[in-house]
């Protein structure tokens, strides 16, 4: 997924929320526990944002480099796009 | 030990069926299982799941489109904060009925084909059903809803695999499950009807493998292994009683669909206990769970936490004892049954109640 996609999710791809602060992706037929950075990520996905500009959110809210969060974000879409979760 | 939180619920809300699949995993007894839950019942079984800490719940059967709650249903399960997924043949599932259930939140509707050619998807059914099947895929792609199309396979349909996939492939799926038949219930009784050859086995498993690697990032290709081909068992249910719970049409909460077959234990009904109670400490559910009921060889097996001793109902099935490693484990004592299973002939046996 190029930097300046605008990701949205595919049919049936739903964030979920738990009282206990974890985050769920639910998929068809299963469910996906996020990290805290994948679910910060993927919090941001609206049809309308960058991938650029969720990469630089996620970077400023961990603290960590634009290269680190680059890297383990673009890998994280690359995955979702694969299975058409994310388009 | 202490009950872990179960993510799955699945709803069995009828085991009435206008098909007559000769590899349907339901029961032989279909006759028992008529005096149904009523929509308040589901509601509250949803309710009581999703306090659980379930978050999808599968509604299946039979066929859970004959039920004419199903679209409540659904929305009770919506309110919940329930993932809701529907399991059907889709003979009924007209415009109306799914406009009616994605609106009250469905996120993701299977649909099972026979076969990909209608004359002999026709002949598996039992029933004219293949063109209105056809009809309910193009609907559900039109929707926004997730889709999953299903073909369950043996040794009637397992040579048309190439063609299951190009079927798919030309509706644009973008999911398809490719499920080898679980002998279990009228599959169980038919699996000499039913199992496939090696040699279909081994082809199918090539043509998955080559088209998941073609249609990478198009199609997601779901395949079911063969139950009675490999070295190690199914992780069953991921475990007895540790994520899934299954909810027959009369109320009975099981570990696994297929569980009410295993007649040694005595399992509980959401009409008498809730959900909670019968998950955390029935005494069906605590019977299998975790490692500690392990015999050997599972018991010092480095892969114990991995497929769980396999399937409880494979064991009572082909051992009478639903306590011992599964007999598809190439380490099971009882290994040598398997191989007898494979083998003969017979003609298919249709399910009726």
Known sequence: MKRTALPRF?????????????????????????????????ELVDGARPLAEIITAVAERFDVSADHAREDILALFERLEQRGLVQ | MSAPRPLSLLCELTYRCNLQCPYCYNPLDL??????????????VLQQAADLG???????????????????????????????????????????????????GLNHVQISIQAPQAALADR????????????????????????????????????????????????????????????????????????????????????????????????????????????FPKPCMNGWGRQFLTVTPNGYALPCPAAAAITTLAFENVRDRSLQEIWRDSAAFERYRGTGWMPEPCRSCERRELDWGGCRCQAYLITGDAGVTDPACSLSPDHASIASLREGVSEPVYRRA
């Open chain 2, 31 to 44: 006759r028992s299982y008529r005096d149904e839950l009523t929509t308040e019942q589901w509601s509250r």
């Open chain 1, 10 to 42: 595919g049919k049936g791809v739903k964030l979920r929320h738990d009282g206990n602060g974890s985050v769920m992706l639910l998929i068809p037929e299963g469910a996906l526990v996020l990290n805290a950075s994948a679910a910060a990520a993927l």
């Open chain 2, 124 to 231: 598996i059914a039992g029933a004219i059903v293949h063109d209105k099947k056809l009809e309910a895929l193009r609907r559900v792609l039109s929707r926004d809803v997730a889709l999953t199309l299903n073909c369950v396979l043996h040794r009637l349909n397992h040579d048309s695999i190439e063609e299951v996939i190009e079927y798919a492939l030309r509706l644009e799926i973008r999911r398809l499950e490719l499920a080898n038949v679980q002998f279990y219930g009228w599959a169980y009784r038919n699996r000499t009807a039913l199992m496939p050859t090696l040699e279909q086995v081994r082809h199918g498993e090539q043509v998955v493998a080559a088209a998941r690697e073609r249609l990478r990032g198009a199609m997601e290709i779901v395949y079911v292994l063969p139950d009675y081909f490999g070295d």
């Open chain 2, 54 to 104: 379930v978050v999808q719940a599968h509604f299946s059967g039979g066929e859970p489109t004959l039920r004419p709650d199903l679209v409540a249903l659904v929305e009770a399960a919506a309110a919940c904060g329930l993932y809701t997924n529907l399991i059907t043949q889709g003979t009924f599932l007209d415009d109306v009925l799914l406009d009616r259930l994605v609106h009250g």
